[in-house]
């Protein structure tokens, strides 16, 4: 079925795949985002751009823009990579869940009947490892947890809403400097010896992770939680792709033990209180709970129910660091 869909954040990074997959599938797209960015030749044409900040328009204001769309993608709120000032439970809740709650509830009231929802694998593993208590832990991942029930239960009887539970995402796009610069690789390529913890993660490619969002809102079912990935990678082979692509294929990738890990977590933990701010992933738990980890899954699943392809991983990152590196 041929759907007109509105994605906020159409001009983001997940929002432009998105919008151009939904394009491909011959959907009817419309986007509302910040203008944030000069939008040139490489943005379709064909797509209706709506400009607004959905963190501050009124209820009947969201509403308004919402009638007449069959389904909405909701890919805009801070990730992990963000450091707000403290506390930070009140930064990303007032962000990924009251705002998400409030926008879901004007594109019900408006009409739509599908809806999407970007949210974070560390709901998914919170979900199957109770123990750890990363939700407890650790404010971001608390706050994507309460996003998505929230989410689900604001869709109601008249709006299906599906959450997509992503990993480590990489891609590029035209005027936006992937995230992963300042958050990881830049700290990397500035040590003479890199030191790393000894986990992994889940990886995909951005345009996969797109075509699991548009097949989720065209067949996802309601109230499902979507766990979207591809290759499991360890940290250390994911530095070393990065490093080689830039030329340092002799760098030392060492292991960092956890035990030392968490002695500097807890430095960095105490330089960030004196500038005011708080890491939504806790520095004293998170080389334990999270960098230590392997935080890998099959998800086979999620790929037969939404259809999304797999594949490229490597590339991608090569191509993040190629754009970021341009020298290299």
Partial sequence: M???????????????YSVLEALKRDHEVSSISIPDIEL????????????GNIFEMAFEELVQIFKGYDGMVYAVGPDDRITPEAPAYKFFHDRLVVACTRVIEAAREAGVHRCVILNSYFAYFDRIWPDNKLAERHSYIKCRVEQA???IEAGGDTMAVMVMELPYIFGTMPERVPLW???LFDRVIGMKVVFFPGGGTNMIAVEHVAEAIIGALEHGQSGMRYPIGDENISYKEMLRIVLDTIGLK???IITLPTSLATIIGKWMKRQEKRKGL???LDRVYVFNDVLSKNLYFDPTSSVEDLGYKQGGVREAIEATVRVLYPST
């Fill in 181 to 183: 610069k300042d958050a």
């Fill in 250 to 252: 002799k760098r030392l």
């Fill in 2 to 16: 041929i759907m007109k869909i509105i994605i906020v954040g159409g001009t983001g990074f997940l929002g432009y």
């Fill in 149 to 151: 029930a929230s989410a």
């Fill in 278 to 280: 708080e890491s939504g």
């Fill in 40 to 51: 040139g030749e490489w943005f379709p044409e064909d797509v209706n751009v709506k400009y």
